[in-house]
């Protein structure tokens, strides 16, 4: 069965340091996400990309977030200087179309120091 | 603005104790209710989506119903194994999931 892929599974950053979180959605999906779980609260949305660019963000994704996707297949979310408060763990999603179903990876989880 | 909330936040319960978790929304537009399963330090796994009131969908022991206001997803005869926390989130008007807190379930043997 199909899944979502993320790398690494582990990321340990200085703060002020740029991280980039990839991603590998289910081959045939068109819709991406990017969502985030700090320990012990809800999951977030942060972004959603479809057709080569942002189609909707969150209030969280801020000027130092950036997705892209740089080929075929990957999908990547940066942050481009970590903050203490960025520490959380970040799950990649894709959906085949709009309404339906978003299937989630097994996730990155981003600790800054 | 759109809200879930899940109850309990968590409940034990024997092997093959049946239960239902309970999930309140208020979305505009529901354009999908779904439940997921989470193990820790785990993605959410996808179970069920619910588009409209009066719509059930079943799983093995799950089964997931929606009304317009709340969602259930009933256990029936639980194992061990199905000790996770289960999420729910609803899709109104936009591209996001909007997600509950989830209940953590635990099933002793």
């Known amino acids: 069965e199909p899944e979502v892929t993320q790398t690494p599974s582990h990321q340990v950053t200085q703060m002020g340091q740029e991280v980039i979180l990839r991603c590998v959605p289910i081959?045939?999906?068109?819709?991406f996400y990017w969502y985030r779980q700090i320990l012990g609260q809800k999951v977030e949305f942060l972004v959603s990309?479809?057709?080569?660019?942002?189609?909707?963000k969150s209030e969280i994704f801020d000027d130092q977030f950036s997705v892209e996707r740089p080929d075929g297949s990957n999908f990547t979310l940066k942050i481009r200087s970590t903050k203490l408060e960025d520490s959380a763990m970040y799950f990649c999603?894709?959906?085949?179309?709009?309404?339906?179903?978003?299937?989630f990876g097994p996730g990155t989880r981003l600790l800054v120091l | 603005e759109d809200q879930v909330t899940q109850s309990p936040e968590a409940l034990r319960l024997q092997e093959g104790e049946s239960s239902s978790l309970n999930c309140s929304y208020t979305?505009?537009?529901?354009?999908?209710l779904f439940w997921y399963r989470q193990d820790p330090g785990k993605g959410p796994e996808f179970l069920f989506t619910?588009?409209?009131a009066g719509e059930e969908k079943e799983k093995e022991r799950l089964k997931a119903t929606l009304t317009k206001k709340e969602s259930f997803l009933h256990i029936t005869a639980p194992k061990p194994e199905d000790s996770a926390t289960y999420l729910c989130?609803?899709?109104?008007?936009?591209?996001?999931?909007?997600f509950g807190k989830g209940t953590k379930l635990t099933v002793n043997p």
């Open positions: 999603a894709s959906s085949p179309q709009g309404a339906v179903a978003q299937y």
């Open positions: 081959s045939n999906h068109l819709y």
């Open positions: 990309f479809y057709n080569n660019e942002i189609s909707e």
């Open positions: 979305v505009s537009g529901l354009r999908g």
């Open positions: 619910l588009y409209s």
């Open positions: 989130a609803a899709r109104g008007g936009s591209e996001k999931l909007v």
